[in-house]
């Protein structure tokens, strides 16, 4: 397995919703991370996850809120969102943090807030 | 700090064309370089890489070069196809965290 698997594919919320979004990853990378991209720009880091554990907040605002329950899974919850955070959220995973074969990422969660 | 610089889309060539995107980067030391492309509605994939000064990249037709000297790392690639119509992103790997260019629109014409 070579894939990081991102879940919902599309999702649309409310600003007063509750959601997450959920990412998984079989190739025993020990590092995890979710970026944010709007269309037509490159993907801005948001979090990174070593070793389960938060390594990095790119000084994200508190209605993102990242988990790792285990080495294999990434959450991003959201709540209270603002019509701005609408974006490609994505996943990616790496053997470790900062590792120079390249970050694997997922297809993405397209996220709309409403 | 460290950036990426990538040319300005979007590029919109013919297929069977010869492509070339520009890649330049701004960093000290010896940082390892990307690209990455993301096709309509999907997320990133590594496309190739290089790691070191004079590495070569190559994945799919696509070829890219350290080139230390220049501090560049443009993507080439010999004729192009309608499925290689994307966005491509240029990246380096510096103090554990990617960081990418613009990105480059490029649109292939039957």
């Known amino acids: 397995d070579t894939e990081v698997t991102q879940t919902p594919k599309h999702l649309v919320m409310g600003m007063t919703n509750k959601k997450s979004l959920k990412c998984e990853q079989h190739?025993?990378?020990?590092?995890m991370y979710w970026y944010k991209q709007k269309a037509k720009k490159p993907p801005e880091l948001m979090f990174v996850y070593s070793y389960e554990k938060l390594s990095i907040n790119e000084s994200v605002p508190s209605r993102f809120s990242p988990e790792c329950p285990n080495s294999s899974l990434l959450n991003l919850h959201l709540h209270a969102l603002q019509p701005e955070d609408s974006a490609l959220y994505l996943c990616?995973?790496?053997?470790?943090?900062?590792?120079?074969?390249?970050?694997?990422f997922g297809s993405g969660t397209r996220l709309t807030v409403v | 700090g460290d950036s990426v610089t990538q040319m300005e889309g979007p590029v919109t060539l013919s297929e069977e064309a010869f492509l070339t995107i520009n890649c330049t980067y701004t960093a000290t030391g010896y940082p390892s370089l990307f690209w990455y492309v993301q096709y309509p509605g999907e997320g990133l994939q590594l496309l190739l890489k290089?790691?070191?000064?004079?590495d070569k990249g190559s994945n799919k037709g696509f070829e890219a070069t350290y080139r230390k000297e220049t501090t560049s790392f443009h993507l080439e690639k010999g004729s192009v196809q309608v499925s290689d119509s994307a966005v491509y992103f240029c990246?380096?790997?510096?103090?554990?965290?990617?960081?990418f260019g613009k990105g480059t629109r490029l649109h292939i014409l039957p």
């Open positions: 990246a380096l790997l510096r103090d554990d965290k990617i960081i």
């Open positions: 190739m025993g990378h020990r590092a």
């Open positions: 290089a790691t070191k000064a004079d």
């Open positions: 990616a995973s790496s053997q470790d943090y900062g590792q120079g074969g390249g970050y694997t």
